[in-house]
């Protein structure tokens, strides 16, 4: 009798999971990537020193997230009747390679889905940063990425993720088109965390706001300082694919005179051929006033393709042009050409060559991630040298 009084009791105590698991539907996710980098050579601005700190000679790296930053996710959506759906998603990053395990939180929102299309708030992925991701062959990833030069030309670098936001899309509204607007009261967010033309101090991990930028609006900037609106259109059908998004970011100012205000805006677009995919992709960043403009003037481009050469194995090309085109500044170009092969559907391995080159004034060098801008040294991972390579291998799951 009291083993049947003990199964009743454990019965009971799991009914509430139980029932849980069948309202929603929980997924865990998540990517784990290794491998080497090589970057060495010099602007030419400079010297030999130039911005990277005095360093000469090449640096070799054993680096992880170089093709894709490690990651553990949970997504996850409820019914709740009527067409209408809870949704949620956890993204936390973590460190493959050294003691750090968790050191981030990627992205974190919550929203409904239904006839209506989407709505969520919370920490989101950046709009121009994931457009521009969306056309480079490499995704913002590895030395051949494109977001980092685009954010060194126009000295905003490249907001990955923001804070404190609110997004919707629409339902398709007729065969792959789409609509989305965004808006967040802080793209900076406390303390300088989460915003594009922050950078990080490696050793002491204080993250400061560019020079130019903390020089303009003559203060520390903080959660609410930094408000910015996005409106996009989004036509996905098929073998085509348009982006034309325009953003508006202001900068609050503490001394006189006007906010600090920048108009963005982006052209994406590729064509799957199925012998490959071509891309290409245009923005331009400029201030609202003199102010302004002393900050952030600049546009860029890139052209890339994507060929499949087997079922396991592709290769990739870009090239990257951009300009500051601030007095005294100049141009950044970049090419790169890699590939991967394929194991299966969630293991890879991948390999990738870039070059830079500066004109004028300018200073950029190679990155590994496209939210690190070109002309920060940030340490390990930061920008160095104008020629290098990675391999790596990846696993997701």
């Known amino acids: 009798m009291s083993k049947k009084l003990l199964a009743a009791a454990i019965a009971a105590a799991l009914a509430p999971a139980a029932v849980m698991a069948e309202s929603s539907n929980v997924t865990i996710y998540g990517r784990i990537d290794y491998g080497f980098v090589s970057r060495g050579g010099t602007d030419g601005t400079n010297g030999a020193t130039d911005e990277r700190g005095g360093r000469t000679g090449r640096l070799n790296e054993m680096e992880d997230g170089i093709a894709g930053g490690n990651r553990l996710g949970f997504r996850g959506k409820e019914d709740l009747g009527n067409g209408l759906k809870a949704i949620f ?33 919370g920490r989101v992925d950046g709009a121009r940063y994931s457009f521009v991701g969306q056309y480079d062959p490499f995704k913002n990833q590895t030395v051949g990425n494109a977001a980092s030069v685009f954010g060194a030309t126009s000295n905003l670098g490249q907001a990955d993720r923001a804070d404190n936001a609110i997004v919707y899309i629409t339902p398709e509204l007729a065969p792959g088109l789409k609509f989305l607007a965004a808006y967040t009261t802080s793209l900076l967010g406390e303390e300088g965390r989460g915003f594009d033309g922050a950078s990080r101090n490696a050793s002491t991990g204080v993250v400061t706001t560019s020079s130019a930028v903390a020089a303009a609006v003559g203060q520390d900037i903080e959660t609410g300082d930094t408000p910015l609106y996005a409106i996009a259109a989004l036509y ?16 609050k100012r503490a001394n006189s005179g006007n906010d600090l205000e920048f108009d963005l805006w982006v052209v994406g677009a590729s064509y799957d051929f199925g012998v490959a995919k071509l891309s290409a992709y245009y923005e331009n960043v400029e201030g609202d006033d003199s102010a302004s403009k002393a900050v952030s003037n600049s546009d860029g481009w890139l052209i890339g393709v994507t060929a499949p050469v087997t079922a396991n194995i592709a290769l990739k090309a870009s090239y990257v042009s951009a300009e500051d085109k601030r007095a005294g500044a100049g141009d950044c170009d970049k090419w790169a050409f890699g590939g991967e092969y394929t194991f299966s559907k969630r293991t890879m391995m991948y390999a990738t060559y870039a070059r830079l080159s500066n004109d004028r004034s300018m200073s950029c060098a190679l990155t590994t991630a496209g939210n690190r801008r070109a002309d920060v040294t940030t340490g390990s991972g930061g920008a160095y040298g104008d020629s290098g390579f990675n391999l790596g291998i990846a696993h997701t799951f």
């Open 89 to 121: 998603e956890i993204e936390m990053g973590f460190a493959g390679d050294t003691n750090a395990t968790f050191n981030s939180n990627r992205h974190s929102w919550v929203g409904l889905e239904g006839a209506f299309g989407t709505v969520l708030g």
């Open 236 to 251: 996905n059908n098929g073998p085509i694919s348009l982006t034309l998004d325009y953003e508006n970011l202001q900068i």
